[in-house]
C-alpha cells in the first residue's frame, strides 16, 4: 500500500488553458495517507472521475506530478502503478471462468502457478465467492461481477491503491449497502488504500475516513463525515451533505446577533466579531436537524409560520417561513409540530456563519 | 411485445407485396414449373416428373463444379475473416484519420461487380497488366489465361480485394461498441495485447462475425460476374463455378428443364446454410441474455 | 378520470410476470408503486397504458373497458428512468410536440408550453436542445411533456433514479407541487421507500408481481400486511428476527424480553418479530427499553447518524443511531429496545400484530 501525493496538480482538457474554466481540474496538493479510506464526493462535472483517472495513470495530467511512496509516477502507465480500478459498470473477462478471471492479473505477471491458486483462494474466500469459483463469470449478477472486479485488484500482494468509480451504480438499490458493508469489512481487514469517487452521499459519508468535497474542479473541503455535516467549510459543503442540505438565510451582523427580517438569532462571540468585520455578502447556516421548533416562546426563538409537514416515516420534515425566508426543520419521529405558528430557536453552537460562501467566526479558517 | 392488430397496415404494405410477387414469387414458381417438364420450344412440353433432379444428381460436371465453388468459399473465408479482423484492429477509432479510411474501404464495395472483373482482366494480363508484367519480370512465370492455379490465385485476389472490406467495417462497427472501461480494466490487470484481443474483443465480436461469415459465404457460393468477366471460366473449366454453370445450361444450350431443376437445388443449398447460421445467431443471442 | 385493473395477469414464456392484480386508483389519486428491481412494476405500468395487453384479466377507464384499446388512443403519458426526449427538437418543441399532434391552436400551445416550464423551473432553457442540458434538465425537459398534455393518467416509471443524489432531492421536493391540483390520476414506480413517504398519497407494494398492499401511505408504512412490505419500506429495512412468544419473547433461544401489550392476544408460538433500525439504541432512552447483548459487525457513518451492523445469534441488526458511533469490528454491546416498538409476523410473514404509531396531533401536508 502506499502514500499518495498530489503536487501541484492540474488538468485541462484543452490545448492552450488561459482562463480557469479552461481547466477540468483546479491547482491541487493533496495527500492520500497509506491505508486511508477516501471518498472523492460532489456532483457531476465536477473533476472527481478525471482526478481517479489521473491517480490511475489512464489520464496524464497537464500540470503538476503524482508521487507514489516519493516516487514520480507522472509518466507511468497503470499497468506499471500497481493500482487497481473498480468501474461503473461490471468489467469482466465474459469468456473466463471466475477462477480464472480473478488470477488473470497475476498470470499476466508470470506468478508461478501455485502462488496464484493462494492468493485466488485467499481473496475467494473473503469475497465469498468461494463457492461460484468455477463457474462461468459472465453467470453472476451485478453485484458479484463488481466483487470479482474488487477481487481482481486485490489478489496482487504489490497493489499501491484500488481506486473506485461509482461501482454501486448497477446494484439493487436495496442491496447497496451489502457491497458497501463488504467494501468496509475487506479495509479493516487489509488496510489498502482505498479512494472511492461518487455523487450520493451516503456512500461517500459511510465508506470513507476522509471525504473530499469537490466542485467546478477544486476539492471544497476535507475531512471526515462528522466534521462536514457539523462544519461545513464552504455553503457548497453544506448544501451537499445532509438530506435535505443547509438552510441558508441572508443576513446583516448587529451587535452579538444576525438580522433577518427584522429578527434578531444570536450568534456566539466569536462568529459575531468575523461577521462585523467582513463587508461582503453574509449568509447564515443552520441544518435542519439542529434547528429547535416549538409551540411555546422560548427566550430568543423567532416567530415563524408553518407551511408543510412531511412525515418521513423515521423523521418529520417541516417547512417553515420566517419572514420572506423558508427553512426547513428536521424534527424526530412523532415529534410534536404545531399547527400554524411556532417559535424557532437556532442554537448558537450549530449556528454558522459565511461570507460569500466560506465560513467565517467559530470553526472557521478567516475572520 | 403484441400490438393491438391494425388493418390499414396491409394497405401500406400491399405495393411491395405486388412488386414482390411479381419479382420474385412468380419467377420462381415458373422455375418449379419448367423443372419438371421437358422444353423443346415454347410450344412442345412435356411433363418428366423428377427425372432432371435425377440427372442433375448423377452429372459429373455439377459435381466438378460444387467442389470446386465449395473450395473457393472456403479459402474466401480463411482469407477474409482473419485479414478483416486484422485490418479493422489497426484503423483508428477517433479523429481525422477515421473518415479517411471509412472511405478508402468503401470504394472496391461500390465498383459495379462486372467493372471488377474488367479491371483485374487488365491488371493482371501477363503483357500490358501492371502486375501480371511485374510479377514476369519478378521472375516468375504467372499466365492466368494459361495455368489454372494462376486463374485461381488471381479470381482470390480480386475477390479479397472486392470484399475485404465488408468485414472490415462490420468488425470494426463491432469493436466500437466496446466500452472503454474494458480495455482501461486490461491495462490496469496488465494484459498483453493479444490477451485483449483473445479475451475482450474476440468475443464481444462474436456477433458480427457469425453476420460477416453468412454474409460471405453466401455471396461467394452465388458469384458469377467477376470470376466470368476475368477468366470465361477457364482456362478449361478449372474456375467454373457453380453460377456459371447454371447460366451455360439454362442460356447457352437452353436446356430449360434440366437447369430449373439445377438452379432449385442451388437455392435449396443456400437456404440450408442460411437457417443453420440463422439457429446459430439465435442461439448466441439467448445464450448473452 | 379512475382507473381500474380487474384480475389483470400477464405471463411471457413460461413466466407469470403479473399475478392476478385488481386495483382501484381514484380520479385525481397520487399513486405510488413500491416494490424491488424485478417485481413487476414495470410490467404493470405498461398494461396500465396500454403498451401491452393482458392476458387475462379487464382494465377499466372510467367504467369504460379499454383492455383492446391501443395505447394512442388512451390518454396516456409516460415518464422513463432515461430522459428521453426528441434529440434534434429545442426544449420547446419538445414540450410542445403532443399539443402539436393533437392539433391545438399555436397561441394555446404556446401558453401551456411556456406555463409548464415555468412550473418546472425550466422556462430559461425553452431554446436549447436536450443535447445541451444536464441530466436533471433533461428530466423536466420530458416531465414537462408528459404534464402539459393534463393526460388522464401519467406514468413515472423511476424518474430520478439516474439522476444525482442532489438533483433528486430536489426534484423530489418539488415533485409534490407539480401534481398538486391535477386531475390526472398519476402512478409513480419507485424502489426507495423514502421516495414513497416523502411524496404522499397512496402506495401499492408489488412483489414477485402480485399485489401486496395498497392505502394511505403513511398506513402502509405503519401496518405492513406482510414482512416483505415492512422489510421493503425502510431505508435500512426493517429488522426481521425469528422468535418465539410463550409468555415472554424468546429470541435466538436464550435473550427473554417481556411480551408488549398488542402481544397479548396472540397465541403462543413460532413467530417472526419486525423492528425498525431507528427504534434500536445502543444508549438506553427510557425506563421501558431493555438491553440485548450483540456483537458489532460493521459501523457505517452517515453523516448525521451511524448505521450500526450488529449480530445476534446468528442474526443480523441494524440500529440506526443519530450521532457519529465509531465502535470497533467486534466489540459487545448492548442493543436497547422497547418491546412496544415490535411487529410480529406470523410464520408466512402475515402481520398479526403492529405497534400504535408514535404520532403527536400532526397536520399531514399533501396526503
Known amino acids: 500500500m502506499a502514500r499518495i501525493q498530489l503536487d501541484r496538480l492540474a488538468h485541462a482538457y484543452v490545448a492552450n488553458p488561459g482562463k480557469p474554466e479552461d481547466y477540468a481540474l483546479r491547482r491541487l496538493d493533496h495527500v492520500w495517507e497509506d491505508g486511508g479510506a477516501y471518498a472523492l464526493l460532489g456532483p457531476s462535472g465536477c473533476g472527481k472521475t478525471t482526478l481517479l483517472n489521473i491517480i490511475s495513470g489512464l489520464l496524464q495530467p497537464s500540470e503538476g506530478r503524482v508521487l507514489f511512496d516519493g516516487r514520480d509516477v507522472t509518466a507511468l502507465p497503470p499497468q506499471q502503478r500497481n493500482i487497481a480500478q473498480v468501474f461503473q459498470f461490471p468489467v469482466i473477462y465474459d469468456t473466463m471462468s471466475v477462477y480464472d478471471n ?48 474488487l477481487g481482481r485488484g486485490l489478489v496482487r ?42 455523487h450520493d452521499q451516503t456512500e461517500a459519508l459511510t465508506f470513507a475516513e476522509k471525504v473530499v468535497v469537490m466542485y467546478e474542479g477544486r476539492v471544497v473541503q476535507v475531512g471526515t ?71 411555546a416562546q422560548t427566550p430568543d426563538a423567532v416567530p415563524v409560520r408553518i407551511t408543510a409537514v412531511e412525515d418521513l416515516g423515521t423523521a418529520m420534515l417541516v417547512t417553515v417561513t420566517l419572514g420572506s425566508h423558508t427553512l426547513r426543520v428536521k424534527l424526530p419521529e412523532g415529534g410534536e409540530v404545531p399547527a400554524a405558528e411556532g417559535w424557532l430557536s437556532f442554537p448558537v453552537r450549530w449556528t454558522k456563519l459565511y461570507a460569500d460562501g466560506q465560513l467565517i467566526g467559530q470553526g472557521g479558517r478567516h475572520g | 411485445m403484441d400490438k393491438p392488430v391494425n388493418q390499414k397496415a396491409w394497405l401500406l404494405v400491399l405495393p411491395v407485396v405486388v412488386t414482390v410477387a411479381f419479382s420474385a414469387v412468380i419467377p420462381l414458381m415458373t422455375v418449379v414449373n419448367y423443372s419438371v417438364q421437358d422444353i423443346f420450344d415454347p410450344q412442345t412440353r412435356y411433363f418428366v416428373g423428377t427425372e432432371w433432379f ?95 492455379l494462376d486463374a485461381w490465385l488471381t ?16 468488425c470494426y462497427a463491432g469493436l466500437q461498441a466496446i466500452p472503454d472501461a474494458f480495455y482501461q480494466a486490461a491495462r490496469i490487470d496488465g494484459a498483453s495485447r493479444f490477451a485483449v484481443f483473445r479475451y475482450i474483443e474476440l468475443p464481444k465480436l462474436k456477433g458480427v462475425l457469425l453476420i460477416a461469415v453468412l454474409l460471405r459465404f453466401m455471396d461467394s457460393f452465388m458469384i458469377y460476374a467477376e470470376p466470368f468477366v476475368l477468366t470465361g471460366g477457364g482456362p478449361g473449366s478449372s474456375t467454373t463455378f457453380l453460377s456459371q454453370l447454371l447460366t451455360t445450361m439454362a442460356v447457352g444450350q437452353f436446356d430449360l428443364g434440366p437447369a430449373a431443376a439445377f438452379s432449385l437445388i442451388y437455392f435449396l443449398i443456400i437456404l440450408l446454410f442460411s437457417y443453420v447460421f440463422y439457429q446459430a445467431m439465435a442461439n448466441l443471442g439467448k445464450a448473452e441474455k | 378520470m379512475s382507473l381500474q385493473l380487474e384480475g389483470i395477469s400477464k405471463v411471457v414464456g413460461k413466466e407469470t410476470w403479473i399475478d392476478d392484480i385488481s386495483l382501484e386508483l381514484a380520479p385525481g389519486s397520487f399513486n405510488v408503486l413500491l416494490g424491488l428491481t424485478l417485481a413487476g412494476k414495470t410490467t404493470l405500468m405498461r398494461l396500465m397504458a396500454g403498451l401491452d395487453r393482458p392476458d387475462r384479466g ?95 393518467l401519467l406514468l413515472l416509471d423511476e424518474p430520478l433514479v439516474n439522476l444525482d443524489y442532489k438533483l433528486r432531492e430536489e426534484l423530489r421536493a418539488e415533485m409534490r407541487e407539480i401534481f398538486a391540483r391535477r386531475r390526472s390520476v398519476v402512478v409513480y414506480a419507485t424502489t426507495d421507500p423514502t421516495e414513497a413517504l416523502a411524496l404522499g398519497g397512496r402506495t401499492a407494494v408489488l412483489q414477485a408481481g402480485r399485489l401486496i398492499q395498497y392505502g394511505p401511505t403513511l398506513e402502509v408504512y405503519h401496518r405492513p400486511a406482510t414482512e416483505h412490505v415492512g422489510y421493503v419500506f425502510g431505508e435500512p429495512p426493517m429488522n426481521i428476527v425469528p422468535g418465539r412468544l410463550e409468555g415472554d419473547i424468546l429470541l435466538g433461544g436464550t435473550t427473554r424480553l417481556p411480551a408488549p401489550a398488542h402481544f397479548r392476544q396472540l397465541p403462543a408460538g413460532s413467530y417472526r418479530f419486525g423492528i425498525r433500525p431507528n427504534h434500536l439504541s445502543i444508549t438506553r432512552r427510557s425506563s421501558a427499553e431493555l438491553a440485548v447483548p450483540a456483537e458489532v459487525v460493521v459501523p457505517e457513518v452517515n453523516g448525521s447518524e451511524t448505521y450500526i451492523h450488529v449480530r445476534h445469534h446468528g442474526v443480523d441488526w441494524v440500529i440506526e443511531q443519530t450521532g457519529v458511533h465509531l465502535l470497533p469490528i467486534g466489540s459487545e454491546i448492548a442493543m436497547y429496545l422497547d418491546p412496544e416498538r415490535l411487529f410480529a409476523f406470523d410464520t408466512d410473514g402475515r402481520l398479526v400484530a403492529a405497534p400504535t404509531p408514535l404520532r403527536a396531533a400532526v397536520r399531514s401536508g399533501g396526503a
Open chain 1, 225 to 295: 463525515p462528522q466534521e462536514l455535516f457539523e462544519n461545513p467549510a464552504h455553503t457548497f459543503v453544506g448544501y451537499f451533505i445532509g438530506s435535505p442540505g443547509m438552510n441558508l438565510l441572508p443576513v446583516r451582523v448587529d451587535g452579538g446577533a444576525a438580522v433577518v427580517d427584522g429578527q434578531r438569532i444570536p450568534l456566539d462571540p466569536d462568529t459575531a466579531a468575523a461577521g462585523g468585520r467582513h463587508p461582503g455578502r453574509l449568509e447564515l447556516g443552520i441544518r435542519p436537524e439542529f434547528l429547535q421548533l416549538g409551540r
Open chain 2, 155 to 170: 479470381v482470390l485476389v480480386m475477390d479479397v480485394w472486392h470484399w475485404t472490406s465488408l468485414v472490415v467495417l462490420l
Open chain 3, 58 to 152: 379487464r382494465i377499466l377507464q372510467n367504467g369504460r373497458d379499454v383492455t383492446d384499446v391501443p395505447v394512442r388512443k388512451r390518454n396516456v403519458a409516460m415518464v422513463y428512468q432515461q430522459f428521453i426526449n426528441y434529440p434534434s427538437m429545442t426544449v420547446y418543441a419538445n414540450i410542445a410536440s403532443p399539443l402539436r399532434i393533437a392539433g391545438l391552436p399555436k397561441k394555446e400551445i404556446d401558453r401551456r408550453v411556456r406555463e409548464e416550464a415555468e412550473r418546472l423551473h425550466i422556462a430559461h432553457l425553452l431554446d436549447r436542445l436536450p443535447g445541451e442540458l444536464s441530466g436533471g434538465q433533461q428530466q423536466r425537459t420530458a416531465m414537462a411533456r408528459a404534464l402539459v398534455r393534463d393526460a388522464d
Open chain 1, 157 to 198: 500482494e504489490d497493489v499501491a491503491a484500488i481506486l473506485f468509480d461509482e461501482p454501486l451504480t448497477v446494484i439493487d438499490p436495496h442491496l447497496k449497502w451489502r457491497l458497501r458493508g463488504k467494501l468496509k469489512e475487506i479495509h479493516e481487514r487489509l488496510r489498502p488504500t482505498m479512494v472511492y469517487v461518487t
Open chain 2, 54 to 148: 435425377q440427372m442433375v444428381l448423377e452429372n459429373d460436371r455439377i459435381w466438378a463444379a460444387l467442389g470446386r465453388q465449395l473450395l473457393f468459399s472456403l479459402a474466401v473465408l480463411l482469407i477474409q475473416i482473419p485479414l478483416g479482423i486484422g485490418i479493422a484492429l489497426t484503423m483508428p477509432k477517433r479523429g481525422p484519420w477515421v473518415s479517411v479510411c471509412l472511405i478508402l474501404l468503401a470504394l472496391p464495395l461500390l465498383v459495379p461487380w462486372n467493372v471488377v472483373g474488367t479491371i483485374w482482366q487488365i491488371f493482371a494480363r501477363p503483357d500490358i497488366g501492371l502486375a501480371g508484367r511485374l510479377i514476369n519480370e519478378l521472375g516468375f512465370s504467372y499466365n492466368y489465361t494459361r495455368d489454372p
Open chain 1, 102 to 149: 480473478l488470477a488473470f492479473p497475476l498470470r499476466n505477471r508470470k506468478v508461478p502457478e501455485a502462488t496464484v491458486r493462494r492468493r485466488v483462494q485467499e481473496v475467494a474466500e473473503m469475497l465469498e465467492l468461494s463457492a461460484v469459483l468455477h463457474r462461468p463469470g459472465r453467470g453472476l449478477g451485478a453485484e458479484g461481477k463488481q466483487l470479482i472486479s
